[in-house]
């Protein structure tokens, strides 16, 4: 008899050929269920809202900068017109189209404990987190570039700043969500409040950038984040016009 003759795959899920490890996603614009929601602050005060979207390949997470360290959500452009930060333009966004209600009346916000990585203690711990409930389980369709950047360190101040080594800056691939549709018109934001009788964005999008890599590589040491928590509140939802209307 086999040392292991008890060892048997009866019942067993049969398992599937997989070659590990961590890719990026390709370019492409990808249907996701919001799995995960939750605000944090950086150090000098900027505040981000935490995605964990899922899919049939697994989750996608992203954080997007809502505020700079002063608090603001806006930024001066060329021409001196205030326009919102991207990260906050993205989260409005998808808060219009899963809720068809901007962020600040996102007042459905309880605390939760979920597992997070902690860089001191390079592991996975049970984390507080304000979670934004009424974004759990709807969907979304975003557009998701495969990126090249940057790599950057820490300089003697603390202060993250792009590595080069003798051949130049030293690079790195990351995903990047750049716009939200909705899940079953595939409308953005703008195609909505246009009241366009179809949607012609996505299609586009996908002609220029699906399977590309985006060259965001700089020369410089320019780079960094920062911020200030925003001030909670805001109407209630039902206080305000839904984007959809009826």
């Not at 995605?51 to 954080?63: K, L, P, Q, T």
């Not at 603390?158 to 939200?180: D, I, L, M």
């Not at 586009?204 to 060259?215: M, Q």
Request: proline share 4%; glycine share 8%; net charge neutral.
């Amino acid at each position: 008899m086999s040392l292991f003759a008890n060892l048997t795959s009866d019942g067993l899920e049969d398992t599937k050929d997989s070659l590990g490890g961590f890719s990026f996603r390709d370019s492409d614009i990808y249907k996701f269920i919001i799995k995960a929601a939750y605000v944090s602050q950086s150090k000098s005060g900027a505040t981000a809202i935490n995605f964990i979207f899922e899919d049939g390949a697994g989750e996608y997470r992203e954080s997007f900068w809502i505020t700079n360290k002063e608090g603001s959500n806006s930024f001066k452009d060329r021409s001196g017109k205030s326009v919102g930060l991207p990260g906050y333009t993205m989260v409005n966004d998808i808060c219009l189209l899963v809720t068809g209600h901007p962020l600040a009346s996102q007042t459905e916000v309880e605390e939760k404990v979920i597992n997070l990585y902690d860089a001191e203690q390079k592991k996975e711990l049970p984390t507080k987190v304000n979670m934004i409930m009424s974004l759990i389980g709807k969907k979304i369709d975003l557009a998701v570039t495969k990126q090249e950047v940057n790599k950057q360190v820490k300089d003697s101040s603390g202060n993250y700043v792009n590595e080069f080594n003798e051949a130049g800056p030293v690079t790195r691939e990351q995903n990047a969500a750049v716009k939200a549709f909705h899940d079953e018109t595939q409308k953005t934001v703008n195609e909505f409040k246009e009241e366009a009788p179809e949607a012609v964005f996505a299609t586009k999008w996908l002609e220029k950038n699906k399977g590309k890599v985006i060259n965001r590589v700089k020369t410089d040491n320019a780079g960094g984040n920062s911020g200030k928590p925003p001030v909670a509140g805001g109407k209630p939802a039902s206080s305000r016009p839904s984007l959809f209307g009826k």
